[in-house]
């Protein structure tokens, strides 16, 4: 399936939003596109060089505002991942040709999603940053709602994006809140008299 692209310096996952300023003509011809025939476009991550493999749709929710010289402020959510199998740079604007995928193998259990979110928030409580009210349903899958909020690397969020196991995807969230905690806490209590 061809669909456009909108290579971003993020990482989004499935459910997160995404607010965007859409300034460039090009943009705004792909987001008028989207807009008119309700369809989604990818964002993969640019970075110098080189575009991800793999990236997720955004749908668009809602428009913010439009303004008078064409730019236009929309709120997006993230949907289905994908992975580029071939680039079209035949438009303004960049499309891929994509296979989209799902998660294969097992979920992570409750207890697993549980412990995760425990450590995801203390992790963030340490770290200093402020945290939104969130619901999460740990009867399903949280890693991406989780990933989403985490001041991490975006290599390291892109990682978590292409992993095909939710069980993987959770095993490998947990590794990161109980390798950063230590550090956390030493920062925290400062340095030895």
């Known amino acids: 399936?061809?669909?456009?692209?909108?290579?971003?310096?993020?990482?989004?996952?499935?459910?997160?939003a995404l607010p965007l300023h859409i300034f460039e003509d090009r943009y705004r011809e792909?987001?008028?596109?989207?807009l008119a025939q309700k369809k989604e476009f990818g964002v993969v991550r640019g970075e110098p060089e080189r575009l991800a493999v793999i990236g997720c749709t955004a749908k668009i929710v809602r428009v913010l505002?439009?303004?008078?010289d064409g730019r236009i402020d929309i709120?997006?959510?993230g949907a289905r991942r994908f992975e580029i199998e071939g680039l079209d740079d035949s438009r303004t604007f960049l499309q891929a040709d994509v296979e989209f995928f799902e998660d294969e193998g097992q979920g992570s259990t409750r207890?697993?999603?549980e412990e995760c979110a425990a450590?995801?928030?203390?992790?963030l409580h340490l770290a200093g940053i402020d945290v939104p009210t969130t619901q999460l349903d740990l009867n399903g899958p949280v890693a991406f709602q989780l990933a989403d909020a985490l001041p991490s690397d975006l290599g390291f969020k892109q990682q978590l994006l292409g992993s095909r196991s939710d069980a993987e995807r959770t095993a490998r969230?947990?590794?990161f809140y109980q390798e950063m905690m230590p550090r956390l806490r030493d920062m925290a209590n400062g340095p030895p008299n």
Do not use: K, N, Q, S
């Open 173 to 175: 969230l947990l590794d």
């Open 119 to 123: 450590l995801h928030f203390a992790t």
């Open 111 to 113: 207890g697993e999603r």
């Open 65 to 68: 505002e439009r303004y008078a």
């Open 1 to 16: 399936m061809r669909i456009p692209l909108f290579p971003l310096d993020t990482v989004l996952f499935p459910g997160a």
């Open 75 to 77: 709120l997006c959510e």
């Open 30 to 34: 792909m987001i008028g596109e989207c």
